[in-house]
């Protein structure tokens, strides 16, 4: 089996070559392993369960390190047994190559596997050494971001205190909704929409009108201390009740469909009371 590929990493080569001879760092990176010690600085043992397809087994092996040359590469040199689920031993080379403040990782494997493993087919085994590849880099590339990352710049911790600066001893610093949201004074209420307020407006006359019938209703059919009209006055004034209603109704309608030509609505709350007392035969003072 040959595989072979590239990585990206994003840290300076002297950061991504100590990685790589960490055994810490290792043992987080390479996918089921269990255990990694490092006996010199070419010398590695290491335990990990691998799973491929349907068999899956805990492979010990050695690894040796050979023709170093630091920080740009090396050769690996592994064997690994399995138990009854096989074997794998094999080579690898390692290059890394500047690039800026990056790093670029290439790497090639041959390997051979016997036992059980070799019975799957090449096209699963490669899938799954791939797979274990690409994750592999994945963590080694998260862990050397971990390990280098830049602290916060001071002008980012300056603006994240600025707003609490000038608070006073004692005082609770406001949440960021807190900031977003406008400031009002009890002293100085935030007055009202115009809309809501010409609304405001229709629904006092509103109400005027209603106390309005109602004392035209106790004036015409009589109320507490007062006698009550004659049947057929009653009669007649129910009627006139009615269209006064009404009239009233489409009054206000009127006004209120008419807000900004109000200068020519000549109603006003006292003509409204004196027109309904007028039909019923005299015109009081009030």
Same mark, same amino acid.
């Given at each position: 089996m ?12 002297? @950061?991504?070559?100590?990685?790589l001879?960490?055994? /810490? ?18 010398? !590695?043992?290491?335990?990990? @369960?691998?799973? @491929? ?9 050695? #690894? %040796?390190?050979?023709d ?5 590469g090396y ?8 138990g #009854? ?22 790497y090639? #494997? ?17 899938? %799954?050494?791939?797979?274990m ?22 002008? /980012?911790?300056?603006?994240? %205190?600025?707003r ?14 807190d900031?977003?949201r ?6 100085f ?10 609304? !405001? ?5 509103? @109400?005027? %009108?209603?106390?309005?019938?109602a ?5 015409? #059919? ?5 006698p009550?009209?004659?049947?057929? !006055? ?15 109704i ?14 020519r609505?000549?109603?006003?709350d006292?003509q ?15």
């Amino acid at each position: 089996m040959d595989m072979s590929g590239e990585q990206r990493i994003e840290a300076p080569r002297d @950061v991504v070559w100590a990685a790589l001879n960490d055994p /810490q760092i290792l043992r987080k990176c390479i996918p089921g392993c269990q255990k990694l010690d490092k006996f010199s600085d070419t010398e !590695m043992a290491a335990i990990a @369960v691998i799973k @491929v397809g349907p068999i899956s087994a805990k492979f010990q092996g050695a #690894v %040796t390190l050979s023709d170093l040359d630091p920080p740009n590469g090396y050769r690996i040199i592994g064997e690994g047994q399995g138990g #009854v689920a096989g074997f794998a031993k094999g080579s690898a080379e390692v290059r890394l190559t500047a690039d800026g403040e990056a790093t670029i990782l290439r790497y090639s #494997v041959s390997a051979q596997i016997g036992g059980k493993l070799s019975q799957l087919g090449g096209r699963l085994i490669d899938a %799954t050494a791939r797979k274990m590849s690409d994750a592999f880099f994945k963590r080694f590339a998260d862990e050397i971001a971990a390990g280098t990352a830049a602290p916060q710049p001071a002008g /980012q911790a300056i603006a994240g %205190t600025a707003r609490t600066a000038s608070l006073p001893a004692g005082a609770v610093a406001p949440s960021a909704d807190d900031w977003r949201r406008p400031e009002t004074s009890p002293e100085f209420p935030t007055a009202a929409p115009p809309a809501a307020t010409s609304w !405001m407006a229709w629904l006092n006359i509103a @109400v005027l %009108t209603a106390a309005i019938i109602a004392i035209a209703g106790t004036l015409l #059919v009589g109320g507490a201390g007062r006698p009550p009209l004659a049947t057929s !006055m009653v009669s007649s004034t129910a009627e006139l009740s009615s269209i006064v209603l009404l009239f009233l109704i489409l009054a206000v309608g009127y006004l209120a469909g008419r807000q900004h030509e109000a200068s020519r609505a000549s109603f006003s709350d006292r003509q409204l009371l004196l027109a309904l007392l007028s039909r019923r035969g005299g015109t009081p003072e009030l």
